[in-house]
């Protein structure tokens, strides 16, 4: 049941009650109730608020930390109750998803996106039920962009442009004379792997890299084993992976070494990949990974944000970027600077990663 329908019926109860008996005080509360309910919401009169979540899978250590966030966020401890759907990166699923949480009579709808299109008619949908959705991760490409409130996610480009402005000076650093690399796409149509993939194709253009192929890994680590295995096989002059995801890197790793080459920075094939998961920075100490561009999966604070302020009538930013950094293996990059700004390379050790919130 929708918190603000049960809240008025109540308000409108308590303000006949008051009306009968008692003086104008109370009944100031109960209409000053009535017209926060009006407004949008009562959270601060501590009614649960229902929030619809429509998460994209399970397929990588970063939507594992992602689903954390939000599951930690949006407990019934701290006044929520949260519908969490998980698609298994099918959008059909995620389009049912939404259908269901518009059923529900939920106070808000979350998404993070499979993909960029086909979003238009079930967010008219929700638009149409006067259910705010609110975008996490992933960015949605839709005809009105009033069929959503507010967007939270990361700066992909700029991912990708970070990542290959430090490749270029490793190489320099190094004295590669020549760059022959290969790209395992995330899931194709996903922000995140338009964004990393249009990085590395700029960078190679600018830069006069030769990339060998181009194939998407599905952000899992499963498939970016059999993409690297497939792509050993094609050619034998690999020396950089550009891996779209962590989970995609430590698939691309055994395919590598099962080939009987060797990774890291004194190896064959230098691995490049984005979300500096536990595991995926745990690496790049060790040199396997040789650089990692931060993709922030901490998500859940941020939309409890965005949903404070609907809550108290508030004006929410449309559009958030979340802040990222780049972490190398070695020092041999200190910072890389990206349309006129700098960004300092974290060098990574023990000591940065036990500092690490995820
Ligand atoms: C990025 C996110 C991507 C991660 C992958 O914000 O959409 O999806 O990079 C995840 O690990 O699967
Ligand atoms: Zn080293």
Redesign the pocket.
Do not use: D, F, Q, V
């Given at each position: 049941m929708k918190r603000k329908v049960v809240s008025t019926l109540l308000c409108a109860a308590m303000v006949s009650t008051m009306l009968v008996g008692c003086g104008g005080g109370a009944d100031n509360a109960a209409s000053g109730d009535a017209a926060a309910t009006e407004e949008g919401g009562d959270a601060a009169e501590g009614g649960t608020i229902t929030v619809g979540f429509s998460q994209v899978g399970a397929e990588s250590d970063w939507r594992t930390a992602n689903s954390e966030s939000m599951k930690s966020t949006f407990s019934e401890e701290n006044g929520y109750e949260l519908i969490f759907d998980d698609a298994q990166q099918k959008q059909e699923n995620q389009i049912t998803a939404i259908r269901n949480f518009i059923q529900q009579e939920v106070d808000y709808i979350v998404l993070a996106p499979v993909t960029e299109t086909g979003w238009d008619t079930v967010l008219q949908e929700a638009k149409d039920a006067d259910i705010p959705v609110i975008i996490v991760d992933r960015m949605v490409d839709v005809s009105d962009d009033s069929l959503y409130t507010a967007w939270v996610g990361s700066n992909f480009e700029l991912e990708g442009k970070k990542a290959c402005a430090w490749l270029n000076a490793y190489a320099e650093a190094k004295g590669m004379d020549e760059i022959n690399i290969v790209d395992i796409q995330g899931t194709i149509g996903a922000s995140a792997q338009i964004g990393r993939t249009k990085g590395l194709e700029d960078a190679a253009a600018e830069y006069g890299w030769n990339i060998l192929a181009m194939q998407t890994g599905e952000f899992t680590q499963a498939k970016g084993q059999e993409v690297m295995e497939s792509m050993l096989k094609q050619y034998d002059n690999i020396n950089v992976v550009y891996c779209e995801n962590d989970n995609e890197a430590f698939g691309a790793i055994d395919a590598i070494e099962a080939a009987g080459k060797t990774v890291?920075?004194d190896g064959d094939i230098l691995v490049m990949s984005f979300d500096t998961t536990k595991a995926g920075i745990t690496d790049t100490l060790d040199?396997k990974i040789i650089c990692n561009t931060e993709c922030n999966p901490l998500h859940g604070p941020r939309v409890e944000e965005i949903i404070k302020k609907l809550e108290a009538g508030e004006e929410v930013e449309k559009q958030a970027y979340v802040e990222e950094g780049i972490f190398a293996?070695?020092g041999d990059v200190a910072e890389v600077e990206i349309d006129g700004e700098k960004f300092e390379v974290t060098e990574v050790t023990q000591e940065v990663i036990d500092a690490r919130a995820y």
């Open positions: 890291g920075p040199g293996h070695g």
